[in-house]
């Protein structure tokens, strides 16, 4: 019994212990975001070799899991935009990130601008990225992207 009690305190105080700091790295973490959501909407492939660790596991909005090299080979077949393609802005809104010494948890609501042929359609997801700092750069090792429906605005009723 005293066995079980030692072990359960001591796991309390490590659980206790790996609690999310205040993010001593959120402007850090915030900015690699910002930058890379710019670049993202180009298309710039070095920004995303920056931004993804090499053993990433993504799984995207459609349910497709997938890896960095993956990522890299559909920007590549891609390629640059062309005049007449549709152009994406990417933004992030509130962000909240959670750090755990070098392990930061950054989850936030993507907003998707495309613009194709002058229509607009603006979507939203809840994205979460696992970020572990390695060599003293910040890059995601883990991704869950989710499509928030679109809800239709209420008609009011007379």
Excluded at 56 to 79: C, F, H, P, V
Excluded at 100 to 112: C, E, M, N, P, S
């Amino acid at each position: 019994m005293k066995q079980i009690l030692l072990s359960a305190t001591l796991l309390l105080c490590v659980a206790g212990g790996l609690r999310g700091q205040n993010a001593p790295d959120a402007g850090e973490l915030t900015k690699l975001l910002r930058d890379f959501l710019a670049g993202a909407g180009r298309n710039d492939s070095a920004m995303h070799d920056r931004f993804w660790a090499d053993d990433l596991i993504y799984t995207s909005a459609k349910g497709r899991r997938k890896g960095k090299a993956d990522i890299m080979r559909e920007l590549r077949e891609e390629g640059s935009a062309k005049p007449g393609d549709e152009t994406n802005v990417y933004t992030a809104e509130d962000v909240r990130i959670q750090q755990y010494g070098d392990t930061a948890i950054v989850a936030f609501r993507l907003v998707a601008t495309t613009e194709k042929a002058g229509a607009k359609t603006i979507t939203n997801y809840l994205n979460t990225g696992t970020f572990l700092k390695r060599n003293g750069k910040w890059q995601a090792v883990g991704w869950q992207a989710t499509a928030i429906p679109n809800t239709p605005t209420p008609t009011p009723v007379p």
